[in-house]
């Protein structure tokens, strides 16, 4: 995603994941955790002693199974329950369990895995991979994919992970995919692939991350026509929404210059009649 439409990204550095903690059945102590997504998160660098011992208080609490997908598609997870309560969606879940000995789980037949795998890690460390290097608008390699998305599965892990992260109340996991997406260096049917993604998956009053798509096909669409043509008029028949929002920045700007041009008329620029040689 081009980085001219990354308004402020957030910045959030933590360290790496820990190992897994093996909890006992009867360890069922409920951990007090934030329930806005907002508190501080237990691996928040600069973290304090009380932190670390806030944190000991979220692995003490019961462990409950997350079921993603179906099918063969099917995976099993599990995860501490004093940390999914941050989120406003596990808080209400967990609610309803009993410690009647019932099982503690939460269904997520309809999740992408990798998503779910990066909101985990977001709970554990506060980040999750590739992280953004410091004081720059780029990702820490991950050998296993290329540099350039050319398909748009790069965008889209982040784009899964934004659409998840605002089902689940977490908004600063929301911000941080957001200005991840920024960081994805792409070809024009990956963009395309990211923004048929955004259009159908996020409302029509998400500004975040629809507004850059647009202005990004308002500014480029000329120039990367060439390259998917054909995607880019698929696209527009798809969502409608998508081409009118195209089309207003295209509009939008051309009245801005036209208004420019009337305040700050450019010198010379009246246009003089063609002179004719005489014989």
């Not at 955790?33 to 944190?55: H, K, M, S, T, V």
């Not at 609610?95 to 992408?112: C, I, K, M, N, Y």
């Not at 296993?144 to 965008?155: C, F, H, N, R, W």
Request: proline letters at 5%; one cysteine or more.
């Amino acid at each position: 995603m081009a980085e001219e439409f990354q308004e402020e990204p957030v910045e959030l550095q933590s360290t790496n994941p820990g190992a897994d903690v093996e909890m006992a059945e009867g360890e069922e102590a409920e951990a007090t955790a934030p329930r806005n997504g907002d508190g501080d998160l237990p691996f928040a660098e600069g973290g304090d002693q009380d932190q670390r011992i806030q944190f000991i208080s979220y692995l003490t609490s019961p462990v409950v199974t997350l079921v993603v997908g179906a099918g063969d598609t099917e995976t099993i997870l599990t995860a501490h329950q004093g940390l999914l309560t941050q989120s406003p969606f596990f808080s209400d879940a967990c609610a309803a369990f009993t410690d009647d000995g019932s099982p503690r789980q939460v269904d997520l037949v309809s999740e992408e895995l990798d998503a779910v795998g990066c909101f985990l890690e977001f709970l554990y460390t506060g980040d999750y991979f590739p992280k953004k290097l410091p004081g720059q608008r780029m990702l820490e390699q991950d050998p296993t994919i290329p540099a350039v998305d050319e398909t748009g599965e790069q965008l889209l892990k982040h784009a899964r992970v934004y659409t998840l992260a605002e089902k689940f109340g977490m908004e600063k996991l929301r911000s941080l995919a957001s200005s991840k997406i920024h960081c994805v260096n792409s070809t024009a049917k990956g963009e395309i692939t990211y923004a048929r993604y955004i259009y159908q998956y996020t409302s029509k009053d998400d500004t975040t991350v629809r507004a850059p798509v647009a202005n990004f096909w308002a500014t480029r669409s000329h120039t990367l026509r060439a390259e998917a043509e054909e995607e880019f008029r698929n696209l527009c028949l798809e969502f409608p929404q998508f081409g009118y929002d195209v089309l207003t920045r295209v509009l939008d700007e051309k009245l801005k210059r036209e208004r420019n041009e009337k305040l700050h008329p450019a010198s010379g620029s009246v246009r003089k009649r063609p002179r004719h040689s005489q014989a």
